[in-house]
């Protein structure tokens, strides 16, 4: 009854069902973003130098010329969470013909006078560079790289080069400095912003409750030292220790997750104590103490489930706080690095475009960043409501 009460609560504020509805479409094109994302290799890295700074809607097509290696294997895991290595190797093109048995490929450029032009056989478009093949009147006679041998009609070679090796892709969002999708980019870097907040936040949690819970229900000596403790690093500005303790671990992906987790855990402390102190003077907690429960039992099974509404509402809250960490040291160049795609370093990989007609490199991963934190915030506000807790 109490849960169902607390959920109407919650419905009953508009803007943060809405915010709640963000979060869960962020969340979901994070777990799923090589699926959804139109460049789905590795981090959203594939770059084509001469397609760089395309504007949004920009449609290219492009010629795949099969890779002499096959990219090395891996299970349908490793390529969900980390993407696949290309299959082909794909070259922007703004032109073709075909003469006899060559492809002849005008490459992309943005201008006609540096245009290059290149000639493929059409097998070695097919079946790669180092195939071997002797031509008949009518038909190929290939030899593949395995040893095996292949017969392919002139005309079956030709319908199979247009309809499997000539496409057009389309980059909603335009591309970066580097030629890549930044649609993609976006789409792969909201992994980042998610998961440094469920790390951060599971982090703060574990160090903060058990501190909390050590101070509010013991008291004396050891409720002083936490104290201490949380004060002194109360007193740190929060950037500025997350940087230091960044400059300890190194930089790097989980460095970063860690980093921002311990500077977190202070408020999350701070809460805890306060709302022992005051649940460990109810009857249920004195007639736990007379029927001989130990210490861990009490504080773990009958007061911390008390305290769930403040510890929610603040875990909103850091979700929030730790995108924000994460996005301005990536932006300082000692967060995420690179290939790894987070909107913060997009943003430092394009600021300077703000003052040229190519604002929306740097102001869109902005965007997201912005309205990811305005989600996690009036979560937090409905959240408030919903467990009635005081400002």
């Known amino acids: 009854m109490i849960l169902k009460e607390t959920i109407q609560k919650f419905l009953r504020v508009k803007v943060s069902v809405a915010g709640l509805a963000i979060i869960i479409l962020v969340t979901l094109t994070a777990i799923f973003a090589y699926i959804i994302a139109p460049d789905n290799s590795p981090y959203a890295n594939s770059q084509q130098i001469t397609l760089q700074n395309l504007r949004p809607g920009?449609?290219?097509?492009?010629?795949?010329?099969?890779?002499?290696?096959?990219?090395?294997?891996?299970?349908?895991?490793?390529?969900?969470?980390?993407?696949?290595?290309?299959?082909?190797?794909?070259?922007?093109?703004?032109?073709?013909?075909?003469?006899?048995?060559?492809?002849?490929?005008?490459?992309?450029?943005?201008?006609?006078?540096?245009?290059?032009?290149?000639?493929?056989?059409?097998?070695?478009?097919?079946?790669?560079?180092?195939?071997k093949f002797a031509e008949g009147s009518d038909v190929y006679d290939i030899l593949l790289p395995d040893g095996l041998k292949a017969e392919l009609?002139?005309?079956?070679?030709?319908?199979?080069?247009?309809?499997?090796?000539?496409?057009?892709?389309?980059?909603?969002?335009?591309?970066?400095?580097?030629?890549?999708?930044?649609?993609?980019?976006?789409?792969?870097?909201?992994r980042i912003s998610i998961s440094v907040g469920f790390i951060a936040v599971a982090i703060s949690l574990l160090i903060g409750i058990v501190l909390g819970l050590l101070a509010g229900y013991f008291g004396g000596i050891i409720d002083r030292i936490i104290m201490w403790l949380i004060n002194v690093v109360w007193s740190i500005p929060t950037l500025l220790l997350v940087i230091a303790i960044s400059m300890v671990l190194g930089k790097g992906?989980?460095?970063?997750?860690?980093?921002?987790g311990l500077t977190m855990w202070v408020e999350v402390a701070r809460v805890v104590r306060g709302q022992v102190i005051s649940i460990k003077q109810k009857d249920f907690v004195q007639a736990a103490h007379i029927l001989g429960?130990?210490?861990?039992?009490?504080?773990?099974?009958?007061?911390?489930?008390?305290?769930?509404?403040?510890?929610?509402?603040?875990s909103a809250a850091?979700?929030?706080?730790?995108?924000?960490?994460?996005?301005?040291?990536?932006?300082?160049?000692?967060?995420?690095?690179?290939?790894?795609?987070?909107?913060?370093?997009?943003?430092?990989?394009?600021?300077?475009?703000?003052?040229?007609?190519?604002?929306?490199?740097?102001i869109v991963p902005g965007l997201a960043i912005m309205i990811l934190v305005w989600a996690f915030t009036v979560l937090g506000y409905g959240l408030r409501d919903a467990f009635d807790v005081k400002n």
């Open 253 to 260: 992906f989980w460095q970063i997750f860690i980093a921002v």
């Open 58 to 131: 920009a449609k290219v097509r492009f010629i795949k010329l099969k890779n002499d290696k096959p990219p090395l294997s891996h299970s349908i895991f490793h390529d969900f969470f980390y993407g696949k290595p290309a299959d082909f190797q794909e070259i922007p093109i703004s032109d073709y013909h075909i003469k006899a048995d060559s492809i002849i490929v005008y490459e992309y450029c943005s201008t006609s006078m540096n245009q290059f032009v290149s000639r493929y056989h059409i097998i070695n478009v097919l079946y790669g560079m180092d195939v």
């Open 153 to 190: 009609s002139k005309k079956e070679a030709l319908n199979q080069f247009e309809q499997d090796h000539i496409v057009q892709k389309s980059f909603l969002l335009g591309t970066d400095r580097f030629g890549r999708d930044l649609l993609s980019r976006i789409i792969v870097g909201s």
């Open 293 to 314: 429960f130990g210490h861990t039992r009490i504080m773990f099974k009958h007061i911390l489930p008390n305290t769930s509404g403040p510890l929610i509402v603040i």
């Open 318 to 362: 850091n979700f929030a706080t730790a995108i924000l960490l994460e996005a301005g040291l990536s932006f300082l160049g000692i967060g995420v690095q690179p290939p790894v795609p987070s909107w913060g370093n997009m943003i430092r990989d394009h600021y300077g475009y703000i003052v040229v007609d190519q604002a929306y490199l740097a």
